[in-house]
């Protein structure tokens, strides 16, 4: 079967950095991405990553590795507007998300 | 600016009744999508549409049919609510720019409670 594992629940301080891991066992693979989910609202998109290494874009980074099936998501600086869920989605070979589960991340002054 | 957008934010409906949820994009879209998202588990995609007058079914389609007759509207219709189809429902859009690899632009959700 396909799956995606995330930490269910993240607790961070403000200004601190925090990585956010998703590992993925899908069949085939078009790409990851990242959505960041506020409470009661749409997901939105951060970033998709195809080629392994390593994507910045301002205080988030986003990660991959193809041979380890890994991926991990970098916030700096930590705002408390960062306080969201965290989604990770895998595009098969059928060019259909997989989604996880989220990660709530929580950040504490 | 993509703009997704849902009939309605909260849904309250009893067993057995007929619900449509309703998604408009402004964007010119070739892809919609229809999930629904519960504690714990991932999005479930329940059926998408690559164009007008086509649907596919995604993981769940049990219990639910869509409709899309014009290209910036998408439809999804419980036949007879059921109280375990209580959920958020969220729609989403791509480009489907033939590359495959687009992203997709969420609707900010339907809290549907079947009582």
């Known amino acids: 079967g396909q799956n995606i594992d995330q930490p269910t629940e993240m607790t961070a301080t403000e200004g601190a950095i925090v990585q956010i891991n998703c590992t993925y066992q899908?069949?085939?693979?078009?790409?990851l991405f990242w959505y960041q989910q506020h409470a009661g609202e749409a997901p939105t998109f951060l970033s998709y990553?195809?080629l392994d290494g390593l994507e910045e874009k301002g205080r988030f980074s986003s990660f991959l590795s193809r041979s380890k099936g890994y991926s991990y998501l970098l916030l700096k600086e930590l705002q408390m507007k960062d306080s969201a869920s965290y989604l990770c989605?895998?595009?098969?070979?059928?060019?259909?998300?997989?989604w996880g589960a989220g990660t709530k991340l929580i950040i504490k002054p | 600016d993509v703009k997704v957008t849902q009939s309605s934010r909260y849904l309250v409906k009893r067993t057995g009744e007929k619900v449509f949820l309703e998604c408009v994009q402004d964007m010119d879209h070739e892809n919609m999508f229809w999930y629904r998202q519960d504690p714990g588990l991932g999005l479930r995609l329940i059926y998408f549409s690559y164009d007008v007058k086509m649907k596919e079914k995604g993981d769940i389609p049990e219990g639910y049919s869509v409709s899309r007759e014009k290209k910036e509207r998408f439809s999804l219709i419980l036949e007879s609510a059921s109280t375990n189809q209580t959920s958020m429902y969220l729609c989403?859009?791509?480009?489907?720019?033939?590359?495959?690899?687009?992203?997709?632009?969420f609707g900010p959700g339907t809290r549907l409670t079947v009582l």
């Open positions: 899908t069949s085939g693979f078009n790409g």
């Open positions: 989403a859009s791509s480009p489907g720019t033939g590359a495959h690899v687009d992203t997709q632009y």
């Open positions: 989605a895998v595009l098969d070979s059928n060019y259909q998300l997989i």
């Open positions: 990553n195809v």
